[in-house]
């Protein structure tokens, strides 16, 4: 299947994408943790992409379009983009990627969380330097402060996560990425999840939408 994972800063994309992913054998393509990678590592590409990230901005779309289209290359099987698109322009060239490759999406699936529930995620979120996990300073704290349980790396708040950061994507998220819920239902590939609740029942809703098609792969 090849899924693309839309919402909100904090809706709960990688979260799901991740899980989905790893159950169905999926490659789980994430824009972001690509771009944080190449920071990480200062790349050419990582400091092409800094500023625009620290700054809550989205990175230009020839890169990010760049970034995609290399990814699928050496992909056969099913994919789900976690943060990709976020721009009408970017849909557009996944659809031109994909149909070089006879393909198209089988569906968008939009996670739908309230503002209030975003900024509480983010603020609260800090992440592993070294592996990347997750955790929540209230709902998942690491069992030592500022360690990761996984592997020891140190736990920290993610640059962009910072309030007044928080503030700028997500008015870059309604003025650039929001149009595409549209879009995608116009197309008749759009399936809306409730994102409120935990993400073990979030994943289970997203299951659910595709029983048909993965049923004997459970
Ligand atoms: P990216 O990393 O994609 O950031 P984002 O879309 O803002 O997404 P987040 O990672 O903040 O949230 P998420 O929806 O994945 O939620 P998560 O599962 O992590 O992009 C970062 C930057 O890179 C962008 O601002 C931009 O600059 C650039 N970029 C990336 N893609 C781009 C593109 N296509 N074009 C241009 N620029 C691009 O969960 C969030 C928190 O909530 C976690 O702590 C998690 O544990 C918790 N949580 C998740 N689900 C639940 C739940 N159900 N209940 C309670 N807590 C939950």
């Not at 919402?7 to 994408?17: E, Y």
């Not at 590592?41 to 901005?57: F, H, I, N, Q, V």
């Not at 994909?98 to 503002?115: C, H, K, Q, T």
């Not at 116009?186 to 048909?212: H, N």
Request: proline share 6%; hydrophobic share 35%.
């Amino acid at each position: 299947m090849r899924l693309a994972f839309l919402g909100p800063p904090g809706a709960g994309k990688g979260t799901q994408a991740e899980l989905f992913a790893r159950r169905y054998g999926f490659a789980h393509i994430s824009t972001g943790e690509i771009l944080r990678d190449g920071v990480r590592g200062g790349t050419p590409l990582g400091s092409k992409a800094r500023g625009y990230m620290d700054g809550g901005e989205l990175v230009p779309d020839e890169i990010v379009v760049g970034i995609v289209a290399e990814k699928l290359e050496g992909i056969d099987g099913g994919f789900v983009l976690d943060g990709f698109p976020r721009t009408v322009e970017q849909a557009e060239a996944l659809n031109g990627i994909l149909r070089g490759r006879n393909g198209s999406l089988d569906a968008v699936i939009y996670f739908d969380v309230d503002e209030d529930t975003v900024v509480r995620r983010l603020s609260g979120r800090r992440v592993c330097g070294k592996c990347g996990w997750n955790y929540h300073v209230e709902n998942m704290p690491p069992k030592r402060e500022g360690v990761c349980d996984r592997c020891g790396g140190e736990v920290h708040q993610r640059d962009d996560d910072r309030p007044e950061v928080v503030r700028e994507r997500l008015r870059v998220y309604q003025r650039e990425t929001a149009p595409l819920i549209d879009y995608y239902k116009r197309k008749g590939l759009l399936e809306r999840v409730a994102g409120d609740p935990p993400p073990e029942e979030v994943q289970e809703e997203v299951r659910r939408l595709f029983a048909d098609r993965l049923g004997s792969r459970r």
